[in-house]
């Protein structure tokens, strides 16, 4: 059983690794090429819970406040998100992302069901059921952490 839990170890790296290089080399070739992966990241943040402030984004993304200020200034500048004021309270600030930013999510989500389907074609529904029971308890040992 050692060697398995090495195999699927070994499996966890390389597959953590790769996704970051495929994220990275099809950014480049994308009409989206002036983002970094980080980036990329915080618009999929975004997006995700519309509307959200720096500190709420930040949160998401387990990064400090400063880093997601200058991520948001730097999408902002980009053109991919804007800040707006809170409908109820006005000294907040929400973050919201432009039409250039939800194509780019929209872009990235594809991407992202294009690579489960591939990861989990031709399995069982108890095949199923054990990586997402896996993945499960991967990510609340990430959560935790």
């Given at each position: 059983m050692n060697d398995l839990y090495q195999e699927i170890s070994n499996a966890l790296y390389n597959t953590y690794y790769g996704i970051n290089r495929i994220e990275?080399?099809?950014?480049?070739?994308?009409?989206?090429?002036?983002?970094?992966?980080?980036?990329?990241?915080?618009?999929?943040?975004?997006?995700?819970?519309?509307?959200?402030?720096?500190?709420?984004?930040?949160?998401?993304?387990?990064?400090?406040?400063?880093?997601?200020?200058?991520?948001v200034d730097r999408l902002v500048k980009k053109g991919y998100a804007m800040r707006v004021r809170d409908e109820n309270d006005r000294r907040i600030i929400?973050?919201?992302?432009?039409?250039?930013?939800?194509?780019?999510?929209?872009?990235?989500?594809?991407?992202?069901?294009?690579?489960?389907?591939?990861?989990?074609?031709?399995?069982?529904e108890d095949e199923l059921k054990t990586i997402y029971q896996a993945f499960t308890n991967l990510e609340n040992f990430v959560n935790s952490h």
């Open positions: 990275e080399e099809e950014l480049k070739k994308s009409r989206f090429n002036d983002l970094t992966v980080k980036e990329l990241h915080a618009i999929d943040a975004i997006t995700e819970y519309d509307n959200l402030t720096a500190s709420q984004v930040a949160k998401k993304l387990h990064l400090t406040r400063a880093t997601t200020t200058s991520t929400r973050v919201k992302l432009t039409r250039k930013g939800r194509l780019v999510c929209r872009a990235y989500h594809s991407y992202h069901n294009m690579m489960v389907k591939s990861f989990l074609q031709n399995l069982d």
